[in-house]
C-alpha cells in the first residue's frame, strides 16, 4: 500500500518561512508525479506546486517566487519550502502522488488526477 505522511506544517507570521515534508512508502518516487495541494474549509482543494520524475517543477501564480518544491528520491521525500508566507497561504496542506510512470500533466488544475493522499498538516500564518 501506498502512505504519504505530512509533517513541518504550523503557525507562523506573515512574512515567515516553513518547510513541509512529506515521506512516501509503497511509492517509486523515480517514476511518479508528486504535488503540494491545499484547502481551507468551505473551498475546493487547490493544486499548489507539482514535480515530474525528472525535476521539473510547476507552480500556480500565487506562490511563484515564495514556494519552491524539491524531492530526495533515495530519501523518498517531498518538500515544500515555504517563504514570504501571507495569510492568504493559510489552509490544510496535502502531499499527493498520480500513479506511477504518469506525467502531471493537468494534476494542479484538476487535483482528482491524484491518486494518493497524505492526510495533511495544517499551515496557519497571521
Known amino acids: 500500500d501506498v502512505q504519504l505522511v505530512e509533517s513541518g506544517g504550523g503557525s507562523v507570521q506573515a512574512g515567515g518561512s516553513l518547510r513541509l515534508s512529506c515521506v512516501a512508502s509503497g511509492y517509486t518516487m523515480v517514476s511518479g508525479c508528486m504535488g503540494w495541494f491545499r484547502q481551507t474549509p468551505g473551498k475546493e482543494r487547490e493544486g499548489v506546486a507539482s514535480?515530474?520524475?525528472?525535476?521539473?517543477?510547476t507552480y500556480i501564480d500565487s506562490v511563484k517566487g515564495r514556494f519552491t518544491i524539491s524531492k530526495d528520491n533515495l530519501a523518498r521525500a517531498l518538500y515544500l519550502q515555504m517563504d514570504a508566507l501571507k495569510p492568504d497561504d493559510t489552509a490544510m496542506y496535502y502531499c499527493a502522488a498520480r500513479v506511477t510512470g504518469l506525467p502531471c500533466e493537468d494534476v494542479l488544475t484538476d487535483p482528482v488526477r491524484a491518486r494518493y493522499w497524505g492526510q495533511g498538516t495544517q499551515v496557519t500564518v497571521s
Open positions: 514535480i515530474e520524475k525528472d525535476g521539473t517543477a
